[in-house]
């Protein structure tokens, strides 16, 4: 019986040669990333199961990527920061980028992506749950916990359960003012926020395959918010120009076999594809975007590892050129590398830093800022019963600060959209004009 | 292991994410630190809507104002529990407030992972929708020898769902003690070499 993608590269690095969904495996890890919140939680066990003069199982497999509390006054935030740097230091770590130097990059998951990290093939855990994210490169990727991580310092390996595979599947073109955050907000809200619990969401069909490596990271990066242990899609091409600007460490690209199980298959019309929102206070609470047009708004937020690439800056400022932004509209690039190009890139001459500029946006430096909420000082942070749309991946009760703020999930065409006007707006009313 | 457990419940509704069960903004405390860590079960739980906190009436908090450790030592709780971050705080600080065991229709995929591994409380799940059968005060005896809990306040028994092939490392302690048993890391070495 054939396997799918995630079973052939579990199987791959289980040692066998055929797994099944449901198997109890032990996985050998070709990456473990953490980063300041959980890092320090992580060295902590890791020390005390296996010793304080421990030395990591592959210091070449371990990166360290500080990103969620970086720009803060926060004592005990920048404490943090300091014990990921003494490790570092014991343990000879070369995959490490600091805080407050050239080498800092920001949100994990892009950065990843940008660093050479994502191989196809590859199994990568961290300490994050949008560790999915990797999953866009045709290779096992997810979240774990700070004990899981420090088993995985010590031995190089975890427990798996091997997951079902479901298997979404879009057909044809999405329509030019549709983005992947209006996909898999579509997707999230057919099969609720616990629709893939334990299970493989896989992307198939031309429509995603004709999309960019950024976008396919936001399919991947939100399967958690469906419960679901990774998301991947088949590396090809687009995959294999990326990763070979970014590394020349080997590969292995797997197919799902044509009579591998799904659990479950949709199969979606491109076409018919319609701007969503996930209203508060759930990912799943899904609504197209023409059922809010009433919603009035406080702020508006583009950033995170799910909508703060550089394709997500270019769909915000194709909007926002020449325009003011009618409330307030915080700018938040992944990674500096992101933040990088907005000098580099245009739009009509005009670059996408003097376009959000110009339209009256606030710029944040690279990290996960108010995604997350974070401490008190953190840029863009949500206040008191304030209405944000946002391109950030949850929207529960308090994520982005203060729990009594309504959070709408949308994508960068929509949440710049609804920038420009202050109410819930349809991308395709600027786009398509 | 203990094969009984006793104690006070603690409802919750669905999707209770960890968000809800320690926000972000706590993050920032050690949970080696013996004092620090305190502020974990302070602040336990403390993100859940006030009208959906101790159900079924709500506006109950889980910690009494400052303190760290809460009255109620189980918490039973719907559909989807923990779901969201992968963060250990969040089973960390409910085990640190004095949680001895979770029961839930259903749970996330890394949370249920880091409870077992962690060994912070055993996740039991129960196909009765216990939420609408338990008060948040409720006397609750779980018995591990007969896989049930009992409300021993409305003096109800319902049974538990299997534990499956978790139960190795939940009787081990938790992921390290179950690799020494079974010979995958040294026994020897623990806490310095």
């Keep these: ?67 969620h509390f970086i720009f803060t006054k926060d004592t005990h935030a920048n404490r943090n920061i300091d014990i990921l740097r003494q490790f570092v230091q014991e343990q000879s770590l070369p995959h490490y980028f600091d805080p407050g130097t050239d080498n800092y990059k920001g949100v994990c998951h892009i950065a990843l992506a940008q660093e050479g990290f994502n191989r196809p093939g590859d199994v990568l ?77 896989e992307w198939r069909g031309d429509a995603v395959m004709k999309l960019s490596m950024e976008e396919r990271m936001t399919l991947c990066n939100m399967a958690i918010e469906a419960g679901g242990k990774n998301g991947i899609i088949e590396a090809d091409d687009v995959t294999l120009d990326y990763v070979r600007q970014r590394t020349d460490a080997p590969y292995k690209i797997y197919h799902s076999d044509n009579d591998a199980q799904y659990f479950f298959k949709k199969t979606y019309n491109a076409s018919e594809m319609e701007p969503i929102v996930a209203k508060p206070h759930s990912p799943d609470n899904k609504a197209k975007v023409s059922e809010c047009l009433d919603v009035k708004l406080d702020r508006a937020y583009i950033g995170s590892c799910t909508g703060g690439k550089i394709t997500d800056f270019m769909a915000a400022a194709r909007l926002l050129k020449g325009k003011k932004v009618k409330i307030d509209t915080f700018i938040v690039p992944a990674t500096r590398e992101v933040e990088q190009d907005l000098y580099k890139e245009k739009i009509g001459g005009e670059t996408l ?71 819930i707006t349809n991308p395709a009313e600027f786009i398509n004009n | 292991m203990n094969k009984v457990i006793e104690g006070i419940a603690y409802v919750l509704g669905n999707d209770i994410d960890t ?12 949970l080696s630190d013996p004092e620090e860590r305190k502020h974990y079960g302070q602040f336990a739980l403390s993100g859940v809507p006030v009208n959906q906190a101790g159900l079924p009436e709500g506006n109950i908090p889980f910690t009494e104002n400052g303190q760290s450790e809460s009255k109620y030592s189980i918490v039973v709780g719907g559909k989807n529990f923990g779901c969201g971050s992968s963060r250990e705080h969040a089973p960390a600080c409910m085990e640190i407030a004095g949680i001895r065991a979770v029961i839930a229709e259903s749970y996330a995929r890394i949370f249920y992972r880091n409870s077992v591994d962690g060994g912070f409380f055993i996740p039991f799940e ?68």
């Excluded at chain 1, 980063?35 to 199982?57: L, M, R, S, Y």
């Excluded at chain 1, 863009?380 to 949850?394: C, E, H, L, P």
């Excluded at chain 2, 948040?136 to 538990?160: E, F, M, Q």
């Design chain 1, 1 to 67: 019986m054939g396997m799918t993608i995630t079973e052939k590269i579990l199987a791959a690095h289980a040692g066998k040669d055929s797994v099944r969904p449901g198997d109890n495996i032990w996985v050998n890890a070709d990456v473990l990333m953490t980063h300041d919140v959980c890092g320090p939680g992580t060295f902590a066990i890791f020390k005390k199961q296996f010793g304080e003069n421990a030395k990591v199982w592959d210091r070449d497999k371990v990166v360290i990527i500080p990103d």
């Design chain 1, 125 to 201: 855990f961290g300490t994050d749950s949008h560790t999915s994210t990797s999953g866009a490169f045709g290779m096992f990727s997810t979240g774990i916990g700070n004990t899981d991580a420090a088993f995985i310092l010590g031995t190089g390996k975890l427990w798996v359960r091997v997951p079902e595979t479901m298997c979404f599947e879009f057909i044809g073109t999405f329509p030019e003012h549709i983005m992947a955050k209006d996909v898999i907000l579509t997707v999230i809200g057919d099969i609720g926020v616990d629709g893939a619990t334990y299970r493989a969401m």
């Design chain 1, 353 to 423: 830093m003097d376009i959000f500029k110009n339209a009256g946006a606030y710029l944040g430096d690279p990290s996960c800022a108010a995604c997350l909420g974070g401490p008190k000082d953190t840029f863009g942070r949500a206040k008191d019963n304030q209405v944000v749309i946002s391109t950030t991946n949850r929207n529960f009760p308090g994520r982005m600060g203060s729990k009594q703020a309504y959070v709408y999930l949308a994508s960068p065409y929509t949440a710049a959209a609804s920038a420009l006007t202050g109410h």
């Design chain 2, 19 to 30: 968000d809800q069960i320690i926000p972000a903004e706590h993050l920032v405390y050690s």
């Design chain 2, 126 to 193: 129960c196909a009765t929708r216990l939420v609408e059968e338990i008060k948040t005060g409720d006397d609750l005896i779980i018995d591990l020898n007969v896989n049930t809990i009992t409300n021993r306040s409305s003096n109800k028994t319902y049974d538990l769902k299997s534990l499956g092939e978790v139960i190795d490392i939940i009787e081990a302690g938790d992921i390290f003690e179950y690799a020494r048993k079974t010979g995958m890391i040294p026994s020897t070495g623990r806490g310095g070499n």
